[in-house]
């Protein structure tokens, strides 16, 4: 039966199992625990260790850990398409299995603002491109109101479309921090070789990523610097969606990107 069954329906079954209290499987054979526990009494558990540590040790034994690996994979792409089959190769991120495809990027490389999303959702997936569901559709409406658009002919007013991690995760749960320190190393590197003159990060991952703060309440509307660039957090689109007061702070964010953009020029 489980044949038929998708990556994510099993996922569902298991976690609907642990909400019902289940929290370990019946194997063919019984095991009487009386004679296990006089046996070999059990070791205190280590402490768990932090997300960086984690990303790095998963893999220990088989050389180097995993942003270890993505450093050096990274670093080793000379251009985007390199860098796009570079993460195509690496294997130590899960959620790679359960994802259809992975989500590189949109838009024109080279162009003067570069955003960063999140990660993709269900039409991502499917469509191996970023921000096309209703999020992306209000981020594009939301560019084009300041000039903006993926698809413009001349440079000066195209925008290049990324997010902090390629694959989907599942039931669109958040990035975790492992996940996001693991993928780190690409992001610079895409970044590096996309030169944008300015990031736009859109919500907490691509700051807890690129800025390490989250809040982005707080860190909206206010330019930083983030990987030797200028660097203007806002609202995600998916938040203004479930939040449409929020679109008023957006809509100043957005100016003062065109006008930022307006002084540079
Ligand atoms: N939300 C994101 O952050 N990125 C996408 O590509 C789609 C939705």
Redesign the pocket.
Known sequence: MTESLTYHELRLCLEWQVELGIDEAISETPVNRYELAAQAPRPAAPAAPAPAARAESASAGTGAGPAETARAAAAAAPDLESLRAALAAYEHCELKKGAKSL?FADGRPGARVMII?????R??DRMG?????R??QL?DRMLGAIGLSRAAPDIGSAVY????LPWRPPQ?RDPKPDEIAMLLPFLERHVELAKPEVLVL??N??CQCVLQARGITRLRGTWTQGFGLPVLPMF???YLLRNPHAKREAWADLLDLAAHLETKR
């Open positions: 989500v999303g999140e990660a993709p959702g039409d991502e491109r970023p921000f096309v569901g999020a992306g981020l479309i990324t997010n902090v669109n859109m919500g991952a691509a995600h689109p998916a």
